[in-house]
């Protein structure tokens, strides 16, 4: 039993030792259809979007602020589909990513997934 109870324990040492090695934990894939640079680094926006996008959401919100660099119409200008015109769906690139990290959607609930579109009723359900 002490035999066993060794085994899995470096069984599960050497996994994790594996595990931390760069590279080893696969990243969703996601197409970036519009060649360019992104606002910010691409390590910033996998970390930071929501911050960046509430930031800018308070700003427009309270302050009537309104510029183009972290808006969510503008993320959606870049990254949408050129074969859906979306940013949600099945290939999507704001879809791909949060069901990878099985992390809900809600920004539909109020702003449309496809460029040059109104806003819906801005009235959640």
């Not at 470096?10 to 030792?17: D, P, S």
């Not at 700003?59 to 009537?64: A, Y």
């Not at 050129?82 to 949060?98: D, M, N, P, Y």
């Not at 702003?111 to 806003?119: D, R, S």
Request: contains cysteine.
């Amino acid at each position: 039993m002490k035999a066993l109870a060794i085994a899995v324990l470096w069984g599960l040492t050497f996994a994790a030792a594996h595990a931390a090695e760069s590279g080893r934990t696969p990243k969703p894939v996601i197409a970036i259809e519009k060649p360019g640079q992104c606002v910010e680094a691409t390590d910033v926006m996998r970390r930071d979007h929501m911050k960046l996008l509430k930031h800018q959401r308070d700003k427009t919100m309270h302050q009537g602020i309104r510029s183009k660099p972290h808006s969510l119409n503008e993320c959606i200008a870049c990254h949408a589909s050129q074969k859906t015109g979306s940013v949600i769906g099945a290939e999507g690139f704001c879809q791909s990513c949060h069901d990878y990290a099985a992390v809900k959607l809600d920004c539909w609930d109020c702003h449309q997934p496809k460029p040059g579109q109104k806003a819906a009723t801005g009235v959640r359900p």
